[in-house]
């Protein structure tokens, strides 16, 4: 099994573009969600969804956009990024039986 | 406001040293929690987690936590560490009985164990 699978690694923005970052995961979880992580703040959970169709905010929603059209992707959209977009991504999906959160390896995001 | 909080930001250990490493979580009611770790280049993975029953809970790698309820307290301790331990530790909490995923984290720790 891939678990969770996240592209790009790496991306370099301008101001004012936009840009999606991909989520894929194989093990058939119903939640999943994007956490973004900065230096000193740990991760803060941006949005996430209980299956497909659903999605609601977390802490941190502002500029940011994700949508839910199958149980194995959750797309997250930056419609304009800004420079306090810069930070590290992470996508999770969650294995209910257990409680346990498994996570893709991160997208390191620049905006300049 | 309701958080989590971890106390150390970065420890540095010499191998063999015992560890322990503070989380107090400022939520009334039931929660659930989380010690997830990160490896230099690597993703989160689940070290223990307690949800309910012995507030003793051991998880991979000789890792322990003890959850005190009456402190708000779930420190992760390992009584000899390894180089290999080296890492950034994160505490979590997810409020309520069910598994909504959405956890809330401490700020990390990160641990470097001298060789």
């Known amino acids: 099994n891939a678990g969770v699978t996240q592209t790009p690694k790496f991306q370099v923005l301008k101001t004012g573009q936009s840009m999606t970052l991909q989520c894929a995961q194989d093990?058939?979880?119903?939640?999943m969600s994007w956490y973004r992580q900065d230096p000193g703040m740990g991760l803060r959970l941006i949005h996430y969804?209980?299956?497909?169709?659903?999605?609601d905010q977390g802490e941190v929603p502002n500029g940011y956009n994700v949508s839910r059209s199958t149980t194995e992707d959750f797309p997250l959209r930056l419609l304009s990024a800004a420079p306090s977009q810069t930070s590290v991504y992470f996508c999770?999906?969650?294995?209910?039986?257990?409680?346990?959160?498994?996570f893709g390896e991160g997208s390191r995001l620049t905006v300049l | 406001a309701q958080s989590v909080s971890q106390h150390n930001h970065h420890v540095i250990l010499s191998e063999a040293a015992s560890l322990e490493l503070g989380c107090n979580y400022s939520?009334?009611?039931?929660?659930?929690l989380f010690w997830y770790v990160q490896y230099p280049g690597q993703h989160l993975q689940l070290l223990l987690k307690y949800f309910s029953g012995d507030p003793l809970v051991k998880g991979i790698k000789g890792f322990e936590a003890e959850f005190i309820k009456s402190k708000f307290s779930f420190n992760l301790r390992k009584p000899s560490v390894q180089w290999s331990d080296t890492a950034e530790y994160f505490c979590?909490?997810?409020?309520?009985?069910?598994?909504?995923?959405?956890?809330?984290f401490g700020q990390g720790t990160t641990l470097q164990v001298k060789p």
């Open positions: 939520y009334g009611g039931t929660v659930n």
């Open positions: 969804s209980v299956g497909a169709g659903i999605t």
């Open positions: 979590a909490v997810n409020k309520g009985s069910g598994n909504t995923g959405k956890l809330i």
């Open positions: 093990m058939n979880h119903e939640y």
């Open positions: 999770a999906s969650l294995e209910a039986n257990t409680g346990e959160l498994f």
